[in-house]
T-cell receptor, first 114, second 113 residues
Framework: DAGVIQSPRHEVTEMGQEVTLRCKPI?????LFWYRQTMMRGLELLIY????????DSGMPEDRFSAKMPNASFSTLKIQPSEPRDSAVYFC????????????FGSGTRLTVV | AQSVAQPEDQVNVAEGNPLTVKCTYS??????LFWYVQYPNRGLQFLLK??????LVKGSYGFEAEFNKSQTSFHLKKPSALVSDSALYFC???????????FGQGTTLQVKP
């Protein structure tokens, strides 16, 4: 398995533009997580899904952020409109069986909003 | 509420000395505990986990961690530090009830020659 795949690796966009981050979890994993990493806040859990259903989105900072998981092999995190303070590294992770077998992380997307 | 605390922002040790990076947790149900390492401009790499069984867990690169239920701690240890161990270390917990994975704020480990 190729692991958790995130795209793009880097994204630079102008303030006000829409940004879409993508994640392909490991096949067979039923949990998917989106995290944001910044120097100020560390690693924050934004939202997580179980069997494609959002379970907890309490970490989503504002209505400008939305996430979807239309099927077991794909998820998106969208920011519209983007702001400079959204600049961060966004990680996707997946797991099986409520974490008993561990969690696997993607390489992350480094987002810069100018 | 589920939480993880890493009380030290930075730990400094000399190469060859033992190292400890501290972690305490609060979780309902059976805790699943993890340590991850992050090198500059890289993603998170799994080091070790505690799910059940022996309280001393051995992981990658010579690291180990001790689960202490009474102190709700899961400290990361290594008998002899290497300069190449210098990185950012994250402790994380998941509840066996929910599967939700929460991270501590991270501890920067600096190993000096």
């Amino acid at each position: 398995d190729a692991g958790v795949i995130q795209s793009p690796r880097h994204e630079v966009t102008e303030m006000g533009q829409e940004v879409t981050l993508r994640c392909k979890p490991i096949s067979g994993h039923d949990y998917l997580f989106w995290y944001r990493q910044t120097m100020m806040r560390g690693l924050e859990l934004l939202i997580y899904f179980n069997n494609n259903v959002p379970i907890d989105d309490s970490g989503m900072p504002e209505d400008r952020f939305s996430a979807k998981m239309p099927n077991a092999s794909f998820s998106t995190l969208k920011i519209q409109p983007s702001e400079p303070r959204d600049s961060a590294v966004y990680f996707c992770a997946s797991s099986s069986g409520q974490g008993y077998y561990g969690y696997t992380f993607g390489s992350g997307t480094r987002l810069t909003v100018v | 509420a589920q939480s993880v605390a890493q009380p030290e922002d930075q730990v400094n040790v000399a190469e060859g000395n033992p190292l400890t990076v501290k972690c305490t947790y609060s979780v309902s149900g059976n805790p699943y505990l993890f340590w991850y390492v992050q090198y500059p401009n890289r993603g998170l790499q799994f080091l070790l986990k505690y799910i059940t069984g022996d309280n001393l867990v051995k992981g990658s690169y010579g690291f180990e961690a001790e689960f202490n239920k009474s102190q709700t701690s899961f400290h990361l240890k290594k008998p002899s530090a290497l300069v190449s161990d210098s990185a950012l270390y994250f402790c994380a917990s998941a509840s066996g009830n929910t599967g939700k994975l929460i991270f501590g704020q991270g501890t920067t480990l600096q190993v000096k020659p």
